[in-house]
């Protein structure tokens, strides 16, 4: 099965990408920012506001596919000041169980769509765990 996802208010934002490709029992999610849903506006309120809302962001993309963070497994993140990688961290946390970790790999980039501190893609299983 191969099939290109991008809800109603993401299609409102004209970017050229789909929100998420499945292909067979994998969801391939773009990489979310901490923006507002359906604008092209990062959230106010420094990093750890961001990163939250970039989560949310995953999570509604999960959501919108019968899925949840547990069905996560693997994350890359990409910051553009790694020196707030722990603020990234305390909000990243909290939004899996801490022995359903995702494999992750983070990194620092010099630049990020609309000047986001962080952006975060992942990937995802979709068949019985």
Not at 26 to 45: D, F, M, Q
Not at 81 to 108: E, H, I, Q
């Given at each position: 099965?191969?099939?290109?996802?991008?809800?109603?208010?993401?299609?409102?934002?004209?970017?050229?990408?789909?929100?998420?490709?499945?292909?067979?029992?994998?969801?391939?999610?773009?990489?979310?920012?901490?923006?507002?849903?359906?604008?092209?506006?990062?959230?106010?309120?420094?990093?750890e506001a961001?990163?939250?809302?970039?989560?949310?962001?995953?999570?509604?993309?999960?959501?919108?596919?019968?899925?949840?963070?547990?069905?996560?497994?693997?994350?890359?993140?990409?910051?553009?000041?790694?020196?707030?990688?722990?603020?990234?961290?305390?909000?990243y946390?909290?939004?899996?169980?801490?022995?359903?970790?995702?494999?992750?790999?983070?990194?620092?980039?010099?630049?990020?769509?609309?000047?986001?501190?962080?952006?975060?893609?992942?990937?995802?299983f979709?068949?019985?765990?």
């Amino acid at each position: 099965m191969l099939q290109f996802i991008t809800s109603p208010a993401a299609k409102a934002t004209n970017l050229p990408f789909s929100q998420a490709v499945r292909v067979g029992d994998t969801l391939y999610l773009s990489g979310a920012l901490g923006n507002v849903p359906g604008k092209l506006e990062l959230v106010p309120g420094g990093m750890e506001a961001e990163a939250r809302q970039t989560m949310e962001n995953v999570r509604t993309v999960l959501s919108d596919n019968n899925l949840t963070f547990d069905n996560v497994v693997k994350c890359t993140i990409m910051m553009a000041d790694m020196k707030k990688w722990a603020d990234f961290n305390k909000v990243y946390v909290t939004y899996f169980k801490p022995d359903r970790l995702p494999a992750r790999s983070a990194f620092g980039a010099n630049g990020l769509a609309l000047g986001a501190q962080v952006e975060v893609e992942c990937m995802a299983f979709m068949g019985k765990s």
